[in-house]
Each structure stands twice: as C-alpha cells, then as structure tokens.
C-alpha cells in the first residue's frame, strides 16, 4: 500500500487540467448497457472506480477497449446480468447498473451495496423509483434480483429524507429511457453529472427535457443506439484543487473547470476574500488578502457539495475566527475532524454542525481517512502544514484524483508517494 508524502508550506501556482468528472462517467458508462450498438466515451479520468465500472461492464459480457482517455464499449449480445458482490462492495456506484439491465435485459442481480463510512447509504429511493416504472424487486442471498418484462412511463416523486438522489435519478431516468409512455420524475436530483448523463442519452436517441432542472421528462423510445460523448470536468477535483490555491496563499488557474457547477462553494470563497474569476477555458483563484471565516451548510445541487464538505473545512481551520459548518446530506460525514484535530486544528461536533476555531498554523502529522473526501481534506492540510505529513491508505484517493501528487507537484507543492512499510 503506498502513502503520500507533504512538505507544507509552499505556494501553489501555474495552471492544472481538471479531469473528467468521476460521478458522470460511472452512469454514463453503465448507461451504455441500454444499446446493442458502440459508444465511444472520452475525458475517462484513470481512476480505480473506473477500472471497477470497467469490470462490472466485462462481466456482464460487454466488451471494453480502453485507449488513454477513451473507452470504446460494445454491448451487442451481452448476456449476463448479475453486478457481484466482489465488485459493488468496493463501489457503492455500481448501484447505477440496475436501471440499465432492468430497462434492456427485464432482468438485473446487483449486489446490495452497504453503508459506507460517510454514513448509511439506503436505496429506498431507487426502488421506489423503479417500482413504480413496473419493476418487482426482491432481496435474497445479499443481492437485489429484479424483474421487469415491461416498464412502463408514470408520474414519480424520488425524494428522500435529505432531498433528491443523484443516483436514484440516474437509475430511474435510464430505465425510463426504454419504458413505455412518458416518466415524469418529480424532486430529480440537479447535479450537473445528472444532466450530463441525459446529454449523453438524448445522444443515444433518448427523449429527455428538463435535465438540470428538479422535473425531468422521459418519454420512452422502443431503442437506444450508440453514442459518442466527452464527459464533463469534474467539479469536486476542481473544487479541491481551488482550495488548494487558498490554503496556500496561491494563484492557480483550473483548466477546463466550470464556474457555473460550483457557483454556491465560488459565493463563499469570494464572501471570504478570494479571487475567483472566469478565464478562457477555465477559473483562475487568486489569494489575495486574509481570508474570513464563513458559515456553510451542505444541500443538494445547486447548494454547497458536500463532497466539497471536508477540503473546505481544512480552509476554515487555517482561517483566523470562528466558522460553522453544517452536513446536510450525510450527517455523519466527519471522520476526517479528529485527523485535522491532530494536525492542530481545533474542531468540535456538535451533532451535525462543526464548529471551527481557526488556529494559526497546523502541525505535520501521520494522518489517515477512510474516505476519498476526507483524505483529500488532510492533503489539503498537510500542504499548509509545518513539517511533514503522511497520508496513509492512499488507495481512497486514487479512487478520486486523477494523478494527484503529479498535479500538484506541477503547481509546485514538495509531495511525493512512497510503499507503506508493512
Ligand atoms: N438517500 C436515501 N435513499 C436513497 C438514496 C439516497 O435516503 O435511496 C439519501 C442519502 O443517504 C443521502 C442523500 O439521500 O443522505 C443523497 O444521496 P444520493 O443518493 O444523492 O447519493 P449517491 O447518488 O449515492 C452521489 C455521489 C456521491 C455524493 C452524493 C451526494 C456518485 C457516484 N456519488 O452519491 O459522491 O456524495 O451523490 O451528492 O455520483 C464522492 O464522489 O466522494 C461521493 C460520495
């Protein structure tokens, strides 16, 4: 197992490329299941999820050409339908299969995917959406079995306790694609990611208004057909690498990032003194002054992502007074508050608000998270940190960043990678 080594305290600056989106690409790669024919996807960041979605697809009997950033996926007369438990257990996404096998093959096995360490991650919501679509869904031996020999268009409402569902909407929103009649999907979730899967089947041939927005409209065709499609960027590794430039007192420009999908994360950055302008092809963050602490709550799209939860509240611990940080979407997202404790900060929970002193300076430590968000809060830290941090089970983050130590080290952090002793 490798770890990742910091040396705090230097500036970040230049420009980096921000990778495909990896909460687009999985439905997107899953949505390929509803075509006999070829897509071609591209902007495929190299990520393990990736490489897991890959599998799921080669199991199920798709073939899968990887060439660089592009996949070439041919489904024509796949065969299998079971997602197993090897699989989905290391990536609760794999969920986004059954909406595709149900709505093409009328039969999907998908592994029940378990809690996580963000949280319980139920999926009361996507059943409830693909019942309704006509789909008998039973649970037995650990796996979903679900049948559906004909779905058909209804009116649905997939909400939840904590509001919208990225993936339930996904699921529902690709089953519906081959249903019978028109699906109107009521509270959708809004993530860019979500409308950028429908872009993607409207070029498959799909019928879908209102994607991007909380009411999205299917009407059902007989037949999807291949696809091309390049995959936006990806707003959470964009997002990361914006408070990077932060913590660091950097000036740093996000090549290809869209300010637009982080407009609520942008308003408290600049409410808190940061420069972030558009520029040709990307977003340019400018420090310029000390900043100010900020109060934020995580929402659904086009509220504050809380993936974005963890990296910004190692911002707030670094900032000089006193910020509250609310978690809305997982109230239980906080593992990585008694790692950035013991690099100094000085954090307190009370239920789901952090309350965040901010300290002059964190210390470098041994840290470790067992999630890709809360690891990338600790490099976040560790590049503002005195000394020498070591961020341990790097496998989280290599689920998520594309090339991480080698973007950074181009923006001119000192950070290398090193084998674990065992
Ligand atoms: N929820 C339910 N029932 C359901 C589904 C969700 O109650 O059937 C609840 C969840 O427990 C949570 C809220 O609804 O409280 C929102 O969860 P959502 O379903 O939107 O999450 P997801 O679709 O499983 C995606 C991302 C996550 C991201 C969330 C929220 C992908 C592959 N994953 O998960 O990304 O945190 O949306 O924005 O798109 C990450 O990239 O690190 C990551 C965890």
Same mark, same amino acid.
């Given at each position: 197992m490798d770890k990742l080594v910091i040396e705090?305290? @230097?500036?970040?600056?230049?420009?980096?490329?921000?990778s495909g989106a990896k909460n687009a690409c999985l439905p997107i790669l899953a949505a390929t299941l509803l075509s006999d024919d070829r897509s071609v996807i591209r902007n495929i960041p190299a990520l393990k999820d990736m490489s897991t979605m890959l599998r799921?697809?080669?199991?199920?009997?798709?073939?899968?050409?990887? #060439?660089? #950033?592009?996949?070439?996926? /041919? &489904?024509k007369g796949y065969s299998k339908y079971v997602a197993p438990y090897e699989l989905v257990s290391t990536m609760r996404a794999s969920i986004c299969v059954l909406g595709p096998l149900l709505a093409k093959k009328g039969h999907a096995e998908v592994s =029940?995917?378990?809690?996580?360490?963000? %949280?319980?991650?139920?999926?009361?919501?996507?059943?409830?959406?693909l019942t309704a679509l006509g789909a008998k869904i039973k649970v037995e031996k650990g796996y979903l079995i679900a049948d559906a020999k004909n779905l058909k268009g209804t009116h649905i409402y997939l909400g939840g306790h904590f509001g919208s569902s990225v993936l339930a909407t996904d699921n529902v929103m690709m089953a519906a694609t081959l249903a019978k009649g028109v699906t109107i999907i009521e509270n959708a979730a809004c993530e860019p *990611?979500?409308?950028?899967?429908?872009? =993607?089947? +409207?070029?498959?041939? !799909?019928?879908?208004?209102?994607?991007?927005? &909380?009411?999205?409209?299917? $009407?059902?065709?007989?037949?999807?057909?291949? !696809? $091309?499609?390049?995959?936006?960027?990806?707003?959470? *590794? !964009?997002?990361t690498y914006m408070l990077a430039a932060a913590i660091t007192k950097g000036?740093?420009?996000?090549?290809?990032?869209?300010? /637009?999908?982080?407009?609520?994360? +942008?308003?408290?950055?600049? /409410?808190? %003194?940061?420069?972030?302008?558009? +520029?040709?092809?990307?977003?340019?963050?400018k420090y310029v002054k000390k900043l100010k602490p900020t109060d934020m709550t995580t929402l659904p799209y086009p509220g504050f992502a809380t993936d974005m939860q963890a990296q910004f509240m190692s911002l707030m611990a670094v900032t000089d007074g006193i910020s509250v940080i609310t978690e809305?979407?997982?109230? /239980? @997202? =906080?593992?990585?508050?008694?790692e950035l404790n013991r690099m100094g900060a000085n954090i307190l929970l009370e239920g789901p608000c952090a309350i965040i002193k901010g300290v002059k300076s964190l210390s470098g430590a041994p840290v470790m998270a067992s999630d890709l968000r809360a690891s990338a809060a600790l490099v976040l830290a560790g590049l503002v940190a005195k000394g020498k941090t070591d961020v341990h089970r790097i496998y989280h983050l290599d689920r998520g960043y594309e090339n991480l130590e080698k973007k950074l080290l181009k923006l001119g952090a000192k950070v290398w990678r090193e084998k674990e002793r065992s």
């Open positions: 705090g305290g @230097r500036r970040l600056c230049g420009t980096v490329t921000i799921i697809l080669k199991n199920l009997g798709v073939r899968v050409q990887q #060439d660089g #950033d592009t996949v070439k996926v /041919e &489904p =029940f995917p378990g809690g996580c360490v963000i %949280g319980p991650r139920p999926i009361d919501i996507h059943l409830k959406g *990611e979500v409308a950028d899967l429908a872009v =993607f089947l +409207v070029k498959m041939g !799909a019928k879908i208004k209102g994607h991007g927005t &909380p009411r999205i409209i299917v $009407e059902g065709v007989k037949k999807l057909h291949g !696809a $091309e499609h390049t995959v936006i960027a990806d707003r959470i *590794e !964009a997002g000036d740093v420009t996000l090549k290809n990032a869209k300010l /637009e999908h982080m407009i609520a994360m +942008v308003d408290k950055l600049r /409410e808190s %003194g940061l420069v972030i302008k558009n +520029v040709p092809n990307g977003i340019r963050v809305k979407i997982y109230p /239980e @997202r =906080f593992i990585h508050i008694s």
